[in-house]
Structures are given as structure tokens and as C-alpha cells.
């Protein structure tokens, strides 16, 4: 049940929404999608899901192409979200479980473990006009999951949650994935990708700009990140061999270093100077390799 | 159960359980009803039976009895009373509701009868041209006893001339069947109008709103949105046909209890008394195909719009085809045989009332009615075909625009190219 991405490009007319993409997705495993407004996030899904035709390329799951014969095993959480503004929870969920080829006593049974998790058991019969937004994009989650799907679409999942909905959302997807689904989201905050994913893919103007497995793009990507809280000036490190690129910060200095040896020898150098209060050696963050791939932040 | 039937039903129980459908179908029940029973409601308001009461003064002494007779035969619901009082007293009956109104007779210099009529209003106008028709014909009578006519040479007179009608071509309708066929296809033309417009709009405005609560993406990753489109036009047209079924059996069983009294008036002119099983079933064909052609048309149409607001502009164009179909038609009900009736009746968007006008009234060959309906049914075909493809990249796209450079859009969306 691996989904595959095979040189899958989209041309809308003359603009090119996603070039030449190819990434494999394993099963069981968390994806997760990066890059900013435009970069082809939501046009790459559309096309897994097969609501749009690639202009090239080929697109498969356990190597058969994604289509409504097997829309019962996907769920979609789209980054639109909408529902039925007049329908109650229970009708709405029921109705589009229904479409995804599930039968309305065994859809009822999931929704109310899902509303209880979420605990809004209360909500049940009300219209989801009548909703907040937290909580009608908690009722839109449940309905991309309530059949069970094996693969999961989430087209940014967290946007517009706060902190303690984030949180419970995170868990529950983190569940999904415990059960063995297949899930493949995308973020504007890197962090979570960074948290809950395996995979991940960069994406930049339709191009995948960096991907693979987490830890092999942290490991490949080689530069670290240094930290130094000192009371004496720290500038002249700026100019030491080895440090790609250094940032003033309030109480001292960041520092991208090309590696550990590096940082041995900053040490080295600077002890003697003055009290450290601080020297700590850690991973690039993805925003790091997110800003030496693409050239720019987003956050 | 499979997801078309599934959208199908969800459709058809939805709309079904609003209120607002709900409400119009009462209403226009209540207006079958109205409609069929007019004659015991009309009954209900005439406090004397339907008989007007006419008080007559006559100061000839010989006018009364004539006019009398003359009456009866025009209009059997006046009664006259005579009335030896004085006119004072006459108008004071008058004043207290006793009788409609005072007719005083008399004779002008020439020895012929004259009248002046008195009532509280004379908004009345068929009670007094009745009374004054019946007073015409005494006159009539007296003067031309007063040049000495004899009665039979009075009847030659006022013959009327005899004026045949004959249809040469053979089946053709006569004048009366004629008459009747125009009754009946008017109200069925009225019917296949007025469901094509509200369906349509119905249509139109469930997959705008669809679309606008973004519910759609989530719909059309489950369900093809080819399925969805053919499930919504399905569900809302059994949703028609449930309402005209209820009207249909409501105006049925109404006209069925109300025959007796309905027969002498408007409806027998036009001929609902025996009416025709084949304009009918032609009728239920083109509502049918109708629906289809326009239905297809909305569905795609309001695929194209983000907001709700924006469906009407964009039907608008829809909305005025299918006025243009039924002025034509109105215009051919008066003369079916125009060869711009049958050029118009072979124009699909036109074909559902024109084609329909044309099988109801004239007798015409039955391969121009099958031509007809052929042709409706393969541009339905072309319409449904290119539609499908214009519902699924529209309900993608989100935008301001809404004009119909969004169809070229959105054909670009689906093309695999």
C-alpha cells in the first residue's frame, strides 16, 4: 500500500502549478507537506485524490491509480473547509460516511466516539452554522475520518486552531497513524511537521526542493546550529573558517557551522575570553534547511 | 447502497422536508382548490342563491310583463319585483339592501320604452346589460309592431347568418376542438414554464450552494462528480413530480366532486370535460424532457458561481430562453399553423413548449413529434455530456468572476492536457 508520485507534473494553461514531482510514500508512515501559499500543496493532493488529471506523470496506491472505485479507503480533509451550513452534525457526518461506502449504523457508532473524544457530545444535533469555527473544523475532521479510511488527506489540519485544539487534533491524527493509516498532510508550521513526520517534502514553485526522511535530510544537510551566550563581543566569529553564517542574537550570537569539529575549535578559541553562559550545539531546525533551499523564510 | 441513490435521496428528502417547499405546495394546493370549487365559493358570498333582487317601476302598466319574459331567457338569476310605491320608497328598498337596485319603465315620446336604472353603485355592469339587453329586445318587439312587421318578417331580420368552418386537411381539428385544445394546452404550457423555471432555479441554487459552503471538494473527492450532478437533477425531479403529483390528485379529485357546476362555465368552454389522453402523455413527455434540458443547463451553470448571490445573474440568460419559449408559444396559441411556430418548435431550447403547442393543437404528422423529442434528447445527450465536463472543473473553481469565460476555465481544469 505504498502511494507513489511519479514524475507528476500539472500545467494549468501556460503556468506550471507542480513540476516533475516524484516522492514515494510508505504505508503506515506520517508525510508531511512543506511550502509556502502557491507552491502546489493543494494541487498535488487534488490529484492524488483524482480530482485532477496530471498533465504527466502517474500517480498510484499499492499500484493502482486512485479513483472512486476506491474512494472508500481515503479520507480528505480539505483546506477549504465546508460542511452543510444547515444540516445537524449527526445527518451531515452520517450522509457523507454514507458516500464513502459505510453503512449508517456503523458511521453513528464512530461518530460518537469521535464527538466524545472531542468532547463535544452536546454538538450532535445541532446545525454547524450554529458551531464555532474551532469546533465545526473538528466536525470537518471527523467527517474526512469517520470511515476509516487506510490513507488520510490532510490539507493544512491545524490553520486556525488554537494551541489546545492543535493539540488534541495532533493526538488524534497521531492515533490514526498508530492504527495504520497512511497519512499525508501539509503545514504552514514547520514544527509540526517536523514532530509528527517520517517524510517530508519541500515543496517550491511545483518543485520538490528537498526531500526524503527526516533524520537523512538533517544528517545530509551536515551544518549544525551553535549558540553562544557570552559577556565579551562574539563578532569576530563571524569571520572564523567554518562558520557559514551568524546572526546577533539579544544575549549573544547564532552561529550556522559546517560541523561538530568546527564548534571544538569556536570553543577552543573563545574559552579564556570571558565567562560562557551558554554553548550549545544543535540540530539544523527544517526552518534552517527550508531557508538554505528555498532562499527565503515563510514564517 | 450505492452513493448516486444515496445523493439521490438526500437530495429529494432534504428539499422535500423545507419548509419553503412545504409552504408552496400548500399554497398551491389551496389555489387548486380555490380554482375548482369557484362555483360553491362564489355561491358562498351570494346571499340570496346567486339571485339578484330587481325592484321594477312601471309606469306604462304594460312594459312589465314583456320585459319580464325577455329576462328569463337572458339571465334567470334576476328576479323582478313589482313595485306599486312610489320611487321614493323604491329607492329607500334600495338603500336597505332589499334589492340590488330600481329599474323605472316608461315610454318616451314615440310610444317605445325608456328606463332609467337606480342602485347604490353601478359596478355591477353584467346585471344592467342584462336588464338593458331584455329591454332592447321589447323595444325590438314594439316597434316593429308599430310599422306593422309581422313577427316572421321581424325573425328574418334578426336571423343570424350561417357561417361554416371547414378544416380541408384531413384530422384536422375542428373550431370547437380547437377551442378546447387551446385551454388545455394553455394551462399545461403554463405548468411545463412555471416547473422548468422553479426546478431549474432549484438546481442552479443546491450546487451553488454546495459549492459556496465548500462542501463540494469534500463531495466530489467521495463521489464523481458527474454521479452527484445526474443524482441532483434525478432527485429534484422526482421532487417535481411529487408536487405535481399531489396538485394532479388534489385538482382531480376536486374537478371529479365539482363536475356539475364546473362544466357550464370556463371549463367546459375549454373543453376539460373530456380531455385528450394524447395531449397528456405528450404533455408529460415534454415536462419531462423540459426538465432535463434546463435542469442539465442550471446544474453546470451554477457550478460556475462562488457565491450564491452571484446564481441568479448567472442563470439569468437560461431563465430568459425559456420566457422567449413561452411568449412564442402564448403567440402560437392563437395561431399554431405559423410557419414560425414550426420553424421555432425544432429549436431544442424551445422544442419542450413549441413541439408541445404544436402536438396539442394542430394535428400534425406523428414524425415531426418523434423529430422533436429526438432532437431534445440528443441535445440533453450533448448538453449533459459537456455540462459533466464544466460541473467538474467549476466546482474547483473559486474566484470573482462568474462570466461565462469561466466555462472555458473550467473545461481547462478537466482536460488532461
Known sequence: MVLKLEHVTKRFGQFTAVDDLSITIPEKEMFGFLGANGAGKTTTFRMILGLLDSTAGRITWDDQPIDYSTSHLVGYLPEERGLYPKLKVRDQI????????????????????????FKITEYENKRVEELSKGNQQKIQFIAAVVHRPKLLILDEPFSGLDPVNVEMLKDAVLSLKQKGATIVFSSHQMHHVEEMCEHLCIMQKGKPVVHGALKEIKREFGKKNLMIHAEFPLDSLKNYPGVVKATPTMEGILLQIEGERVAESILKEIVGNGFIRKFALEEPSLNDIFIEKVGDSYE | MNSFWIILFHTYLNKLKTKSFIITTVITILIVLGLTNINSIIGVFDKNGGKENVAVLDETGQLYEPFKQQLKTINKDIKLTLYKDSEKEAEKAVEKGDVKGVI???????????ATYKAMSITDSSLFTDLQTALQQVKTMRAASQINLAPAQLQKLYEPVSFEKFAL??????????????????????????????????IAMEVATEKSSRVMEILISSVSPIKQMFAKILGIG???????????????????NNMESLKEGFFGVYGFGDIPVGTIIYAVIFFILGYFLYA??????????????DVQQMITPMTLLVVAGFMISMFGLGKPDASFITATSYIPFFTPMIMFLRVGMLTIPAWEAILGIFILVATIVVLAIFGARVYRGGVLMYGKSNSYKDIKKALQLTKNE
Open chain 2, 169 to 202: 386537411e384531413k384530422n384536422a381539428k375542428t373550431e370547437e376542438e380547437l377551442n378546447q385544445a387551446r385551454g388545455l394546452v394553455y394551462v399545461l404550457l403554463f405548468i411545463i414554464y412555471f416547473s422548468v423555471i422553479m426546478y431549474a432555479n432549484m
Open chain 1, 94 to 117: 452520517v450522509y457523507l460516511a454514507r458516500l464513502r461506502g459505510m453503512q449508517k449504523s456503523e458511521a453513528l457508532i464512530e461518530l460518537k466516539s469521535w464527538l466524545e473524544r
Open chain 2, 104 to 114: 323605472q319603465l316608461r315610454f318616451n315620446e314615440e310610444k317605445l320604452p325608456e
Open chain 2, 238 to 256: 422526482l421532487l417535481s413530480l411529487t408536487q405535481l403529483a399531489a396538485f394532479l390528485i388534489v385538482g382531480y379529485y376536486s374537478l371529479t
Open chain 2, 296 to 309: 442539465t443547463l442550471a446544474a453546470f451553470l451554477g457550478s460556475l458561481v462562488s457565491r450564491i448571490e
